[in-house]
């Protein structure tokens, strides 16, 4: 999966939708152009200190999963994607995948895939994924604390909370695009999904999977400066037919 996508949903909708109980801070707004680092909305089940019951909450995420034995913020970027094959094992991710997993919505990620040109030179046309019919793309994620060491831990500001994205072989309907593409969770498998109690990682693999039902169209290159964000970034382009670009 490539480093970007959009999320536009309100805050009302993602409670209604998500069931959500408590909402942790205000969410960041729509946002067409989702790069590394940005805030983004994140799904996630968390004891209650009070009820000491479990509760779904709406919370701001930082894209760029760090460590929580990172020296750093920096390494973030480099770790906006989990790869299914070794999330279970790789040091960065295998604790959240046993114990915090996130659901992370979107419209849907872009993809950048390399066209031949008249002349003989290529270019790298973007493309958006999307569920056709408008839903809510479901990305399966991992979330993280970091405590920053410089700072006083009862410093709120000491705390970073950071999530990742799983990725998986892209199906055949994108495949053409792009090689990886981000896994889904279906709505019937979200609490199980989120419930940190849930640490068989067999059972875990099971809840997961892709999305064969993906629309992608070209739009405009525009969505390659991330000081760009607005709609009409997802917007098809209307002077290229789409069948001449596979």
Same mark, same amino acid.
């Given at each position: ?25 205000? &969410? $960041?707004?729509?946002? %067409?152009?989702?790069?590394? +680092?940005?805030?983004? =909305?994140?799904?996630?089940? /968390? ?56 659901? &992370? $919505?979107?419209?849907? %990620?872009?993809?950048?895939? +390399?066209?031949?040109? =008249?002349?003989?030179?290529? /270019? ?57 593409? $981000? ?7 979200? +609490? ?55």
């Amino acid at each position: 999966m490539c480093g970007r996508y959009a999320h536009s949903a309100t805050e009302a909708r993602l409670v209604e939708e998500f069931e959500i109980d408590r909402v942790i801070e205000p &969410l $960041p707004g729509p946002d %067409y152009n989702t790069a590394p +680092t940005d805030q983004v =909305p994140a799904v996630l089940t /968390r004891v209650d200190h009070d009820s000491g019951r479990p509760q779904r909450r709406l919370a701001a995420l930082r894209w760029g999963l760090v460590p929580s034995w990172a020296k750093d913020v920096r390494i973030g970027p480099r770790m906006i994607n989990a790869r299914l094959e070794t999330v279970a094992q790789k040091p960065a991710f295998r604790k959240a995948f046993l114990a915090r997993r996130c659901l &992370l $919505p979107a419209d849907g %990620y872009y993809e950048w895939r +390399t066209l031949e040109t =008249p002349g003989g030179k290529s /270019r790298k046309q973007p493309f958006f994924i999307h569920h056709p019919d408008q839903q809510t793309f479901v990305m399966a994620g991992l979330y993280e604390f970091w405590r920053d060491p410089a700072r006083d831990p009862e410093d709120p500001e000491a705390w970073v909370r950071s999530c990742t994205v799983i990725t998986t072989d892209a199906t055949d309907s994108v495949g053409h695009i792009h090689d990886r593409m $981000p896994l889904t969770v279906p709505q019937e498998n979200w +609490t199980d999904w989120l419930d940190p109690e849930l640490q068989d990682p067999s059972a875990v693999f099971e809840l997961i999977g892709v999305s064969d039902q993906l629309e992608a169209y070209p739009v405009s290159p525009a969505v390659g400066n991330v000081a760009n964000n607005s709609p009409e970034l997802v917007e098809p382009l209307p002077s290229e037919p789409i069948d001449t670009l596979w």
